[in-house]
């Protein structure tokens, strides 16, 4: 298993769906097993239980995707690494956690304004990305810094790092 770890819009999805093809492997993301177990979008998830039930559902979603470690690529929803549980069960489980590192500036222009992600609704999402960034490298084996590049070149770069 890889483990991709980054704010929003940073391109964990693209990325990550380019990597597991590139490898032959499977690609998944939290957000869509959460949307499968809640029955609902994550956007619905927020609406109808709050932020903490998502944390929560997210947290044990991925405990148990990182119990298991299949072969494949994970990428986590833009908030799972804040969560201290999730990034001592990364450290623990000794997998590779690529960080995809956007900027700020960047990430806005490609998906501010998303009104299926509830998190960019909120008027301090800056100070949301400044408060993330150190979580995302903590949690992380490598950052690639994501600004400027192609999926591809992306890919080659993570798959440099890994070998
Ligand atoms: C979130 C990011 C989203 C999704 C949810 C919350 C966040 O995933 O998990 O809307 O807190 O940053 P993406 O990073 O795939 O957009």
Redesign the pocket.
């Known amino acids: 298993m890889i483990v991709l770890v980054?704010?929003?819009?940073?391109g964990?999805?693209t990325v990550g769906r380019l990597l597991a093809a590139k490898l032959a492997v499977p690609f998944s993301?939290?957000?869509h097993v959460?949307e499968a177990r809640a029955g609902k979008p994550?956007?619905q998830v927020?609406a109808d239980d709050g932020?903490p039930a998502?944390r929560q559902l997210?947290h044990d979603v991925i405990a148990g995707l990182l119990a298991k470690n299949e072969d494949m690529v994970l990428?986590?929803?833009?908030?799972?690494a804040?969560h201290e549980g999730t990034r001592a069960n990364l450290a623990h489980s000794k997998i590779p956690v690529v960080y995809l590192k956007v900027s700020y500036a960047e990430a806005m222009r490609r998906?501010g304004g998303?009104l299926?992600?509830?998190?960019?609704a909120r008027p301090d999402v800056a100070q949301?990305y400044a408060e993330?960034d150190p979580r995302y490298a903590e949690a992380a084996t490598f950052t690639v810094d994501a600004d400027g590049k192609t999926p591809e070149e992306l890919v080659l770069g993570i798959l440099a790092r890994l070998r």
Request: aromatic fraction near 10%; charged fraction near 30%.
């Open positions: 980054g704010f929003m819009g940073a964990k999805t993301d939290s957000d959460i994550v956007r927020f932020e998502f997210e990428a986590l929803g833009g908030g799972a804040v998906v998303d299926d992600r509830p998190m960019l949301v993330r």
